[in-house]
């Protein structure tokens, strides 16, 4: 049975069959039958006990009667018909026996059949509704687009396709204009980036479908040890079984909006108005499977890969369930603003883009003080009003060096804060943070200024990439990791 594939009833009942656990961790529906057919077998060795016990007895005092009736002292025509008379009822007596204990047998099948029925209806309504929950996920995917197409301005929504949470839903579809995908092309090949072909190419960009993120679709990824892996941006891999993607596709699309404030209508919210039932159906208790949650909701949850209780969505948890080039995608604006040079004049846009995918892969204020940052930036831009002038004075390139001191400095914040520890990366930063500390002021001529400022930018550009690199490998780690518990969860799941 594919892991997480419940699109239809019947595809819903074998999960349910597979999935939902009673409080002794037995599969429930299977004891529920399991346990009617054992009543079924027990209630039949009773009656055939019992009625075979009446058959005994009624034997046992016929064979006394005709014993009687040999030992007397009347002619032997009277003891032969007597006897036969005593044979007679013996066999009309076992006839009737057997008639009711067959009738008693039918009784108690019709019983176990409609106990079994009454099972049977109960899964097939559960099974229904767990289809058509799993559906409306689907339905809300859609009506998600369109609220936001129909809500945010045209670039706003641009900016949405694009955000690393969304954009894996998002492709190019240029089959009505084939010509223009030439065009694409050739941009992208210019050196365009993705938000700046997202701009041109809008109207050719749309969501993906169900069965788009659906049709298998991995890279293969080569571990440290040197194992070759799997790494699926589809939802379901081949045999049907819900990947680390599909995990994240449930995850974001059930909790995202419900936990953040002006992000459209959440799923609960749109569930409860489209199809009431359905919803308050979610919410009640399920009496067929003990999850910490207790509701029909909470055990779809564990059905996709979370815990019953996972009630938020957070990028960092998965990774957004994306693969290793997507990653780098996700990285890639701060890797661009990096390639086309970053000064004292962008730096505090360079923090903004550094500041917002941290907080995309889950490193929230708590994590990393980037009101602090900012307080440290400002004074280390007072400094390079001084490091300018220098710059001017002697001709050398002016601002970069402090700039990319900074951006090492929030570097070494970052590699703290992800649990990557003291490295060269954490090394470089520290070097690059020196110059923030007035050292510029020892520079006695053009040449040790240029050699200091060159030095200085290598070791910070160094820290800053080093800093994304790790960032990446911390988090392709997790990734992993909880592609290792989501397998064992579904061989768990299937003892």
């Known amino acids: 049975m594919a892991n997480g594939f419940i699109q239809t009833p019947e595809q819903a009942k074998q999960t349910i069959l597979s999935d939902y656990r009673n409080a002794a961790g037995s599969r429930t529906f299977g004891s ?107 339905d809300y995917y ?32 240029f089959s009505e204009n084939p010509a223009m995908q030439n065009i694409y092309e050739d941009a992208a090949k210019l050196g365009f980036d993705e938000d700046e072909l997202a701009k041109v190419f809008s109207q050719y960009r749309r969501l993906k479908t169900l069965d788009e993120l659906s049709q298998v679709a991995y890279e293969d990824v080569i571990d440290p040890d040197g194992a070759v892996r799997r790494e699926y941006s589809s939802l379901f891999d081949e045999e049907g079984n819900l990947t680390l993607a599909g995990v994240d596709f449930y ?17 609960g919210e749109y569930l409860q108005t489209k199809n009431p039932e359905l919803f308050e159906w979610a919410k009640s208790y399920n009496p067929y499977d003990v999850t910490d949650d207790q509701t029909r909701a909470g055990s779809f949850r564990t059905m996709t890969g979370r815990t019953s209780r996972d009630y938020e969505y957070s990028f960092i948890e998965r990774f957004g369930g994306l693969t290793k080039s997507q990653t780098d995608k996700a ?53 390079s009003e001084e490091y300018k002038k220098l710059a001017k004075e002697y001709k050398a390139s002016g601002g970069t060096g402090v700039a990319m001191a900074i951006l090492g400095y929030i570097g070494s914040f970052i590699m703290t804060a992800t649990g990557v520890g003291a490295g060269a990366g954490l090394g470089t930063a520290g070097i690059s943070t020196g110059i923030m500390a007035g050292g510029i002021s020892d520079l006695q001529t053009a040449e040790e200024y240029e050699n200091a400022s060159s030095a200085y930018e290598a070791a910070a550009k160094r820290a800053y990439l080093d800093t994304l690199g790790s960032m990446i490998t911390l988090l392709q780690s997790k990734q992993r990791q909880a592609q290792i518990t989501a397998y064992q969860t579904s061989k768990a799941s299937n003892v």
Do not use: C
Request: glycine letters at 6%.
């Open 331 to 383: 990285f890639d604006k701060i890797y661009k603003h990096l390639e086309k040079g970053v000064d004292v004049s962008n730096i505090e846009s360079a923090i903004d883009q550094f500041k917002e995918v941290s907080e995309h892969i889950g490193l929230t204020q708590k994590d990393i003080d980037w009101t602090y940052i900012k307080e440290q930036v400002s004074k280390a831009l007072s400094t």
């Open 142 to 173: 859609v009506a998600r687009d369109e609220e936001m197409r129909n809500t945010l301005s045209e670039e706003d929504y641009i900016k949405y396709t694009r955000d690393p949470l969304w954009a894996k839903y998002y492709t190019y579809d």
């Open 32 to 138: 529920l039958y399991t346990a009617n057919e054992l009543a079924g077998a027990r209630a039949e060795q009773q009656v055939e006990q019992q009625y075979g016990e009446q058959i005994g007895q009624a034997y046992k005092a016929a064979m006394a009667q005709r014993s009687s009736i040999l030992s007397s002292n009347l002619g032997e025509g009277y003891k032969t018909e007597l006897s036969e008379d005593v044979q007679k009822s013996i066999t009309q007596a076992y006839d009737k026996y057997m008639s009711d204990l067959s009738g008693a047998k039918q009784s108690i099948a019709q019983n176990v059949n409609k106990v079994t029925s009454s099972i049977d209806t109960a899964l097939g309504t559960e099974a229904e509704n767990l289809a058509a929950y799993n559906n409306a996920l689907g």
């Open 251 to 267: 995850d974001q699309l059930e909790n995202f909006a419900a936990q953040r404030e002006g992000q459209g209508t959440s799923f």
